[in-house]
């Protein structure tokens, strides 16, 4: 009778979370290769042989430093957030953009993106400006997958006054209309 297979078992990297195999691929190989040596010597025998040559360097580096400091620490640099596959993820700019689509030729849709970088909540702002205009609006998903507030009609330059008389933590400066493609201040 033959054996029944066993399941294979990975070792996953404790600080990428990769196989072991695949961190020199991930984003951070520089941070990997002191748990890879660790846990996994015969996966990346070059690295052993670095990791001696360099041993020796790190010592004498961290002993200089702490001489030289003299028991004050380095202040720390602001960790930068990466996505998958080592990209920097960019801080969002705190702006209101307002943007006017034109459908059906006479048809116009108005839309807000950027009031929930205020603290606004999109769903009580959609409510109020359909109100205020006496049109429809609501929420909805861009093409960035970011939410987005659609209102009908063509609100374009009445909408600014309405939201910083309502919100007032939105600056008229942090307003910008998107016009023949080009952003342009709303001020």
């Given at each position: 009778m033959a054996e029944k297979p066993q399941p294979v078992r990975v070792l996953y990297c404790g600080v990428c979370g990769l196989p072991a195999e695949y961190c020199e691929f991930g984003p951070d190989f520089?941070?990997?290769?002191?748990?890879?040596?660790?846990?996994?010597p015969d996966l990346y025998p070059d690295l052993l042989k670095e990791a001696g040559a360099k041993d020796a360097d790190k010592v004498s580096d961290q002993l200089q430093s702490a001489s030289i400091s003299g028991?004050?620490?380095?202040?720390?640099?602001?960790?930068?957030?990466?996505?998958?596959?080592g990209k920097i993820k960019k801080k969002e700019k705190q702006e209101v953009v307002i943007e006017k689509m034109t459908r059906n030729k006479r048809k116009c849709i108005t839309t807000v993106k950027g009031l929930e970088l205020f603290g606004v909540k999109l769903s009580d702002a959609s409510k109020k400006l359909g109100k205020k205009f006496a049109t429809g609006a609501s929420v909805t998903?861009?093409?960035?997958?970011?939410e987005q507030?659609?209102?009908?009609?063509?609100?374009?330059?009445?909408?600014?006054?309405?939201?910083?008389?309502?919100?007032?933590?939105?600056?008229?400066?942090?307003?910008f209309f998107i016009e023949d493609g080009k952003k342009v201040p709303a001020v």
């Open positions: 520089e941070k990997c290769k002191p748990w890879l040596i660790q846990n996994t028991g004050s620490s380095k202040p720390k640099e602001e960790e930068v957030k990466r996505l998958p596959g998903k861009g093409p960035t997958e970011k507030i659609d209102v009908q009609g063509d609100i374009f330059y009445d909408i600014v006054e309405f939201i910083t008389d309502t919100w007032p933590d939105v600056p008229e400066s942090a307003i």
